[in-house]
Every structure is written in structure tokens, then in C-alpha cells.
């Protein structure tokens, strides 16, 4: 079985700048989760989909989005990036409460 | 809150020496406890979990967990440590938020490093 994969792997853009990053789940897992980890606030939970819906969401600002579409394969987006968010995105599928995750997508923000 | 901690930033044991990496946890209710590994240029993997029964839990690579209620705690252990054990270690709770939702909080992470 394929693992989860991540697009792009590295992504540098501008601040006030958006960005999207996707994220296509193992086979058959229907839930998906997106991480931000940086070195100083680690692993930090952002949302969690599941069948297209937003079924868990963390403690971050609007700024950060995030959808799933009927072949559960999710996509993020940040809008008006700010030095900050530079940080490497994972996105995790879940089966019976296992999580999957995929290699990140590195973003720096300049 | 939902918290998660990791007292050792670092962890080193000589080769086939018994490790054992620590974990306490803060939760409202019933916890869902996990361990995920990180080798160096690899994403995270899921090692272990509990939810509930046995409180010794047996995962991947011959790691186990033990979990311990009355201390909060979710120890992570393995009999005899191997060279290619050496990578990133994290603790994961999974517990109820107020307003109904499951939000997973992560430690910080141990570096385990195995010498020769």
C-alpha cells in the first residue's frame, strides 16, 4: 500500500502571501490530519477531516484552512503568511486511531 | 488543559542495555495514549498505542508501553536497545476537549541515542 504523500516537498514564498499544500491519504483511510511542527513549539495540531468534514480543529488563527474532498485526499491553505508560519506541515491519515504520516511539506516564508 | 511531558530531552544507552523513555499526561477523562518514532530524514511513525485493556502494550520493533493510571504516566521501554533504535521519540495524548472534540497534544520529544 502506497503511504501517505505530500505536495509540494518544499515551498518558499513571501509574506502576505497564501499557499496551498495537499495531502493524499493511505487507501482507504478516511480521515485526515494536519500538523505544523517547529523547533520551538514541537508538534502542534491543526485540524483534523473526516468524509469531508472538519470533525476536529486546533488552536490556530483563520488564517488557516483546510478542506477534504470525496476521495479524501485534503488540501491546507494559509492566507496572509507571516514569518511564522515558516514551519514544516505534516499531514497524518488515521486508521482505528493510528496515524500515518506523510514526509511534510517544508515552507519558509521570506 | 490537555498536556503531555517529556522530562529528558536526551536519552543514551550503550547497545543492548534496556531504554526506557518517559512520558507523563494530563487529560480529562479516559486517555488515548500513543508513541510515534522520527528517524533522522524520515517522517514520524506510529510505534505503539493504548486505549484501553492490558496495561502493558506491545508495538513495533519490540518496543512496549506500560500504562500507570494512578501516575499519569506511559513509559516507553525495550529490553535490549540496538544502534538503529537511535532517533526521535514522541508521546501523544488524545483526550476530550470541552465542546466535545478530540484534539491530540504531542510532547516535545526525546532523542534516544544507542552507542555502540
Known amino acids: 500500500k502506497a503511504g501517505v504523500t505530500q505536495t509540494p516537498r518544499y515551498l518558499i514564498k513571501t509574506r502576505g502571501q497564501q499557499v496551498t499544500l495537499s495531502c493524499s491519504p493511505i487507501s482507504g483511510h478516511r480521515s485526515v490530519s494536519w500538523y505544523q511542527q517547529t523547533p520551538g513549539q514541537g508538534l502542534q495540531f491543526l485540524f483534523e477531516?473526516?468524509?469531508?468534514?472538519?470533525?476536529n480543529k486546533g488552536n490556530f488563527p483563520g488564517r488557516f484552512s483546510g478542506r477534504q474532498f470525496s476521495n479524501s485526499r485534503s488540501e491546507m491553505n494559509v492566507s496572509t503568511l507571516e514569518l511564522g508560519d515558516s514551519a514544516l506541515y505534516l499531514c497524518a491519515s488515521s486508521s482505528r486511531d493510528e496515524q500515518y504520516f506523510g514526509p511534510g511539506t517544508r515552507l519558509t516564508v521570506t | 488543559a490537555q498536556s503531555v511531558a517529556q522530562p529528558e530531552d536526551q536519552v543514551n544507552v550503550a547497545e543492548g542495555n534496556p531504554l526506557t523513555v518517559k512520558c507523563t499526561y494530563s487529560?480529562?477523562?479516559?486517555?488515548?495514549l500513543f508513541w510515534y518514532v522520527q528517524y533522522p530524514n524520515r517522517g514520524l511513525q506510529f510505534l505503539l498505542k493504548?486505549?484501553?485493556?492490558?496495561?502493558l502494550v506491545k508495538g513495533s520493533y519490540g518496543f512496549e508501553a506500560e500504562f500507570n493510571k494512578s501516575q499519569t504516566s506511559f513509559h516507553l521501554k525495550k529490553p535490549s536497545a540496538l544502534v538503529s533504535d537511535s532517533a526521535l521519540y514522541f508521546c501523544a495524548v488524545r483526550g476530550l476537549q470541552s465542546g466535545g472534540s478530540y484534539i491530540p497534544t504531542f510532547g516535545r520529544g526525546t532523542s534516544l541515542i544507542v552507542h555502540p
Open positions: 477531516y473526516f468524509s469531508e468534514t472538519q470533525r
Open positions: 487529560v480529562s477523562g479516559n486517555p488515548y
Open positions: 493504548y486505549i484501553t485493556g492490558d496495561n
